[in-house]
Structures are given as C-alpha cells and as structure tokens.
C-alpha cells in the first residue's frame, strides 16, 4: 500500500472510529495522536486530541497541546497549536475570509483568503473560544470563554469578549 492510500486509509479509519471514542476508552488519547501524526502535516507525540475533533491536513501541533472535544478547524490556512497548549471545548479555528466588496460590487467577484493561525506555548483558551485568521496568540496569553480574537494576543495576557480586548497582564 503506498503513502498516499495509506493515509486515506488512518483518516477514513479516525473519522469512523477513532474521533467516536469516548475519552475515558483506554488508549484513545493516544489512538487519536497516532492518527493525527499520520494525517496532519506535522504532529510531536505525546498530544491531547479529545473525542469528536475534524483533523485538518494543515495542522501543526508541538509536543503536550491538547485540543478540547467538539473542536473545528475550517479554511485552507495552516493552524499551528504550540507545547503545553490547554484548550476547553468547543473551539472554533477559521482560516478563510471574504473580502467585502465596495458599494455595488458582488462578492462571487472577489476569492477568498486564507491567513495562518498561530497559538504560541503556554497558552489557555477557554470554551468555545473562535480564533480569525491571521491571529497570533502570545506565549503564556490566556482567551477568556466565549471570545472572538480578531487581532493578535500579546504574551503573558489576558483577554475575553467579543471582539477580545485586553483585561489585564499576567500576574509574576
């Protein structure tokens, strides 16, 4: 079986049985990483990818990052997710935008675009957390629940709301 077939073949195998398993079912965490590593573009063992998470091709993830349940991914751009990442569920990465058009234009005019998403080391994003694209998120931020980061995430900072604003640095 070459390369190409046999990566059909773990992808076909994740979303019919391995993205199903409760994460309580010994060694599912670590069934969902064997996949990812042979789906993704590229993936350091050991991560935490929990149940009913859609791996896109262009994920990148750093050893000890974990993805919270139910977690998507949509767009053609590159998601990077960097070490010790701590992410609650639900979590929503958009990698593809409109552009809007001027007054009377018509988007069918207009392709969309698509822009990398970062997530630095260290990092927490609560539940249900969206990120757009193009966003970096610092090293050591922290994404409150519920918010929508439109713009990058300084280091050692904590934002929440929609759009996420600054609610105050970290404390040393």
């Not at 076909?12 to 994460?23: G, S």
């Not at 929990?50 to 091709?57: A, H, M």
């Not at 969206?130 to 713009?151: D, E, M, N």
Request: glycine share 12%.
């Amino acid at each position: 079986m070459n390369h190409r077939m046999s990566r059909l073949a773990v992808r076909c195998f994740y979303k019919l049985v391995a993205k199903r398993l409760h994460y309580r079912v010994p060694g599912a965490r670590e069934l969902r990483g064997w996949c990812a590593r042979r789906i993704c573009e590229d993936v350091r063992l050991p991560v935490t990818i929990n149940p009913q998470v859609d791996l896109p091709p262009s994920l990148r993830m750093e050893r000890h990052a974990g993805i919270g349940q139910g977690t998507q991914f949509l767009g053609l751009g590159r998601v990077t997710l960097g070490a010790h990442l701590t992410m609650g569920p639900r979590c929503l990465f958009i990698t593809g935008d409109h552009p809007i058009p001027k007054a009377g234009g018509h988007f069918r005019d207009h392709a969309p675009v698509h822009a990398d998403i970062v997530v630095e080391e260290d990092v927490f994003l609560g539940a249900r957390v969206t990120v757009l694209p193009g966003v970096t998120i610092g090293r050591g931020a922290a994404v409150g629940a519920g918010s929508v980061v439109t713009k990058d995430v300084a280091a050692e900072t904590v934002v929440a709301g929609n759009p996420a604003r600054v609610i105050r640095a970290r404390a040393k």
